[in-house]
């Protein structure tokens, strides 16, 4: 069963500190993709970081950073340097065959 | 460039009532089309997802199906809307393989 799992509902973190949001995943598929999604809370879906199952180095973005760890199958997203901007609700996703999947996301509240 | 446009932003409905959102891309040719239904505070649930014309796979079974007469168009509806349709209902669209997805602004569904 293709399955990802994000077991952190609420995250804390003081403003210009790191953080770290949790993702594991489960496919039988050798290639895939997994994502990073931020979600303010109007409702529009930001893509913020993609790690290919084939990319030997983690990716970055900025103050986004992919921590992929393929043996473990995770996925965490390290912000560093966090800002007030990025409180919001973070979704790890993956694509299998065809389709994207999501877990049930992080709320991430960062604090003055 | 691409753009996704999907609507309406917001709508209420009866139960019992029919329902149809529509969604559209442009400036792509032959898109993976997806609809996601995401109800307050939680994660995104795949209901369908589309790799061509005609080519329709639901993931959820119930009140709902999904079309895709053209391309770049792909609509959701429903015969008889339930109250637990209601929920905050995305499109989106990625070039396939495992590439990252571009989302709708979304629509607000609630059932009355």
């Known amino acids: 069963a293709q399955k990802i799992t994000q077991t952190q509902p609420g995250m804390f973190v003081q403003e210009k500190e790191a953080v770290t949001l949790d993702c594991t995943y489960d496919?039988?598929?050798?290639?895939?993709?997994l994502f990073w999604y931020k979600q303010p809370s109007s409702g529009e879906m930001i893509f913020l970081i993609y790690?290919?199952?084939?990319?030997?180095q983690n990716a970055t973005e900025g103050r986004y950073s992919l921590n992929f760890q393929k043996a473990r199958k995770s996925a965490n997203l390290v912000i560093s340097a966090s800002q007030l901007g990025d409180s919001a609700m973070y979704f790890c996703a993956m694509t299998p065959t065809g389709k994207l999947i999501f877990g049930q996301g992080t709320t991430l509240q960062v604090k003055p | 460039s691409q753009t996704i446009h999907q609507w309406p932003a917001t709508l209420v409905q009866p139960v019992g009532s029919p329902l149809s959102l529509e969604c559209t891309v442009e400036g792509t040719s032959n898109p993976n089309l997806y609809w996601y239904r995401q109800a307050a505070g939680r994660g995104l649930q795949l209901l369908f997802y589309s790799v061509g014309i005609g080519q329709i796979s639901s993931e959820v079974p119930q009140n709902l199906s999904a079309s895709r007469p053209q391309d770049r168009q792909f609509i959701l509806s429903s015969k008889k809307l339930l109250l637990s349709d209601s929920g905050f209902y995305l499109c989106a669209w990625s070039v396939g393989g495992h590439t990252e997805a571009f989302f709708g602004q979304g629509t607000r569904l609630t059932v009355v």
């Open positions: 496919t039988s598929d050798p290639s895939y993709g």
């Open positions: 790690q290919g199952s084939y990319d030997q």
